[in-house]
């Protein structure tokens, strides 16, 4: 009997499902045997987050929008902690570039990639997943999905699934006592695409993490008169620039007015909820799907990837990401050579064994130093599974804690810094135009040497 090619559905094709069809292909060229691979992709290109968009709510196709990324977005981490190990920003761009490109020129890096390892004939663009079903008896998933453009729905069946749908798409918005009678605009962060409308406005953002910060400094320099966020658990600590600070939980809203709950109000023209996202899988069945808050183990995944009650199904990207595109690439590989049989899944309680260690690893980490160091481990862990190309965490480690430090100095001018390839040894190159003074966002601009600009050292 002719033994029929294994086929791997990849479901989205954001940096992660682009990093496992770059790892099935690295087998291939490698003369590995390759099971059949598709991903499906609900929009039209790839890239996931960094796939810009300027919609808000649903796309032309009435599909919910994917991507939380604004105009102006610029890497909040330093590009030397994301790089890949098999691909390098030198070789994408033939000299260096600056720490923290905007996010155009990070598109530009994947698409290289991914362009370079000709994986694009694999992508169906304008294929939204809508269902997932595993038939048990048959050890196989048929998963159903509608062409967009074509406007069919097909099925198709599937010996083991990677999911790589990303997590910062679906906001998670609470409830606050009177928001309802706010007048100005309330948005959540997913639906933020630009900070110019903010200026010369009085701006509440609710939420102590990323967004806040980012989209505060952000208004900030587009002229928003003041800028103030609400944290709930703690306040982020920065030296904030004149105009922008930090205070508690908001208690109610009255009209346009916020109470706070250390007593004092203040009067809002608009609201960004800042306040994350929900792990949401709506074509799974419950019993396959990720609950958990966003965290740097969720559980019931073995070695953060493969689903413990069915380790057919696969989950990539799905913690909490200090380090981003280099550790979809360890996930990748490492799921790869599970599916490729390189790698034998221990039994149920071992698989068991292993995520209850590192789950108590996870309960001792106790501040931000010590996650960074976890989530090293972790891709350390994965990496040393499998041929990716090991490359020094340690150092990557360091630059994180780098970053920290001067974004603790100045948030306004951290962007500035440049820091040292692990992969190549290079070092960043400082950007002719200081973060805060660049309202051009563009590859091109980025790219280019602007007459009279020169180097100018960071602030
Ligand atoms: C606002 C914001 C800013 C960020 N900034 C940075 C940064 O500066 N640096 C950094 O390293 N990381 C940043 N990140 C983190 C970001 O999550 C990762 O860089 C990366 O995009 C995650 O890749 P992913 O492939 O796991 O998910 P995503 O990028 O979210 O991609 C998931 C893909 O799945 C597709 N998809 C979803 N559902 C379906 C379906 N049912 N059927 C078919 N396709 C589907 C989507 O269309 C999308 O293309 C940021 C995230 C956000 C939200
Ligand atoms: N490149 C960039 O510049 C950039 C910009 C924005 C975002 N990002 C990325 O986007 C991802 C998501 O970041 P995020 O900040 O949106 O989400 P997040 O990191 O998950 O943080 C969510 C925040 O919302 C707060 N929150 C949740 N529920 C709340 C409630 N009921 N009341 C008050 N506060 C509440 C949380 O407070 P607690 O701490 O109390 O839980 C937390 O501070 C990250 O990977 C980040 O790196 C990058």
Redesign the pocket.
């Known amino acids: 009997m002719v033994q029929q090619r294994k086929r791997i559905a990849i479901i989205g094709a954001g940096p992660s499902g682009m990093a496992a069809l770059r790892a099935f292909k690295a087998a291939e060229s490698s003369g590995a045997e390759v099971p059949d691979v598709v991903c499906y992709e609900k929009q039209d290109d790839w890239g996931g987050?960094w796939n810009y968009t300027w919609r808000t709510g649903t796309d032309r196709n009435g599909e919910p929008v994917h991507s939380?990324?604004?105009r102006n977005?610029?890497?909040?981490?330093p590009k030397e902690a994301l790089e890949f190990a098999e691909y390098t920003f030198d070789h994408h761009f033939g000299r260096p570039i600056s720490s923290y490109p905007p996010?155009e020129v990070l598109w530009d890096y994947i698409n290289g990639r991914a362009m370079e390892s000709g994986v694009k004939e694999s992508v169906r663009f304008a294929h939204a997943v809508r269902r997932v079903e595993f038939d048990e008896p048959a050890e196989r998933f048929t998963v159903t999905v509608d062409d967009l453009r074509r406007k069919t729905t097909l099925t198709e069946v599937f010996d083991e699934i990677i999911v790589a749908t990303g997590h910062?798409t679906f906001p998670?918005v609470?409830?606050?006592d009177g928001i309802e009678t706010f007048p100005g605009e309330v948005i959540h962060?997913?639906e933020f695409r630009g900070a110019e409308r903010f200026a010369d406005k009085r701006l509440l953002l609710?939420?102590?993490?990323?967004?806040?910060?980012?989209?505060g400094i952000?208004s900030h320099k587009m002229g928003a008169r003041q800028v103030t966020m609400?944290?709930?658990?703690?306040p982020q600590g920065f030296a904030w620039p004149a105009g922008v600070d930090e205070v508690p939980?908001?208690q109610r809203f009255d009209g346009s007015v916020a109470h706070f709950v250390d007593g004092q109000s203040r009067e809002f023209d608009a609201v960004v909820?800042?306040?994350?996202?929900l792990h949401h899988y709506p074509f799974l069945p419950h019993d396959s799907r990720i609950d958990s808050?966003?965290n740097l183990y969720p559980d019931g995944l073995y070695r953060g990837v493969t689903w413990q009650r069915n380790p057919r199904l696969h989950y990539l990207g799905a913690q909490?990401?200090w380090f981003?595109f280099n550790m979809f690439d360890a996930q990748a590989w490492f799921v790869r050579d599970v599916i490729l049989q390189r790698f034998t899944l221990p039994d149920a309680e071992a698989r068991q064994a292993h995520i209850d260690e590192w789950k108590r690893k996870y309960a001792a980490v106790v501040d931000d130093d010590a996650a960074v160091r976890f989530q090293g481990d972790y891709i350390r862990d994965l990496i040393e599974l499998t041929d990716y190309p090991m490359f020094d965490l340690d150092e990557v480690v360091e630059t994180f804690l780098a970053w920290k430090a001067d974004k603790k100095v100045d948030i306004l001018t951290y962007r500035d810094k440049v820091y040292r390839s692990v992969m190549t040894g290079t070092m960043a190159a400082v950007h002719h135009t200081a973060w805060m003074d660049e309202l051009d966002d563009s590859r091109e601009r980025y790219l280019s040497t602007p007459v009279g600009v020169g180097a100018q050292p960071p602030r």
Request: proline share 4%; aromatic share 16%; net charge negative.
């Open positions: 987050q939380s990324m604004y977005l610029w890497s909040n981490g996010r910062f998670n609470p409830d606050f962060a997913h609710i939420g102590g993490s990323y967004s806040a910060e980012d989209i952000q609400s944290y709930r658990s703690g939980q908001v909820l800042c306040t994350g996202y808050p966003n909490d990401q981003t």
